[in-house]
């Protein structure tokens, strides 16, 4: 048997005994959320002690183009003042305090600025607050959900933080797409299976070009709140940025997964204790925004976005003022973030953005 009995495990299958297998989203939220066992209730996930890295915590160019991007956005909204900057799923906070020191070049845009952190778990929440603790002339607010934010003339920036919001697995069948399931099997261990019954309204979120997939094939995908509710913000006359690892078009395949200590596990294995995410639909989330009357830039890879806000420079800017240690730091930065290989971030992660009609573009998306 491959799970280990953490303390989510027993009530996953006090569930499952109750009400039958449950579908894959069910057993995300319960592994991310859950106030007392979930992934994001206890730990601090990120960083080099923790279970990833994100571009936020590899440097801090990151959250200053972040910053400078906003500033820009701002002027192009015709400087609303106040303008609210919002922020889905911060993290540590750290990149809100490298936007807002980046931000300090930009004095009107930082002092029209209302900071928004949308934040589900108390722990994050602290860190945050920690982070951004010598901010002092900038109100700063939290909330569990982005419906709590006052309808003003938003910048919306989310890094890493749809891959984190739970999906839905369907596998083509014969008779149709049927939901994948999170089971017990014969010998107890947690194990992935199908429902009975194909899912009668698969239409709407099927995007037509893979109506001829395979048997066996499986189509992945989220609910479209959180893109429908930033972009119909950023249609009333703002902008939102999303930077996430994921597929440019809609296509099928299972990437599912679990991070545990920078390794790849079985998401079935520790409920609780690994970090599950599964890549971004660009395709979808900009189709959704469009729906929602938004304009879309993008998506772009994340190095190429980077370099046309001037990354490099940046950089060069930050070695000029730094010891020997701290030059090898930022040059190995700079490749991470920008770099094409595997094990880099610079196509493997991709920056959309939303914004009002108006507006016709925004900095890093077109050349
Ligand atoms: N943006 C940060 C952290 C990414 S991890 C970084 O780049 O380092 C995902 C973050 O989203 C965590 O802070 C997590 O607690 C938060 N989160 C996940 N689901 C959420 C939800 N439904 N509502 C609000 N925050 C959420």
Redesign the pocket.
Known sequence: MTDERTPLDPEIRARIAQTGPMPVAEFMAMC??DPQHGY?GHRS??GAAGDFV????ISQMFGELVGLWAADVWQSMGMPDPVALIE?????G??MADALRAARAAPDFRRAVRVHL????LD?KRRQRATLSTVDDVPLHWH??IDDVPGAASIIV????FD??PIRQAERRPTGWHERMVAVDASGALTLTIAHDPLPNLGPNLPPALAQAEIGEIFEWRPAKFAIEIARRAAAGGAALIIDYGHVKSATGDTFQAVRCHRHASPLTSPGLTDLTAHVDFEALGKAAQEAGARVHGPVEQGTWLKRLGIEARAVALLAKATESQRAEIAAALRRLTGTGPDQMGSLFKAIAFSATAIAHLPGFAP
């Open positions: 991310l959320y994001y996930p990120f994100t571009a936020p915590e889905l799923g911060p993290g540590h750290t990149m949308i934040e589900t778990s994050l569990a959900t989310a890094n890493e933080f984190a919001l």
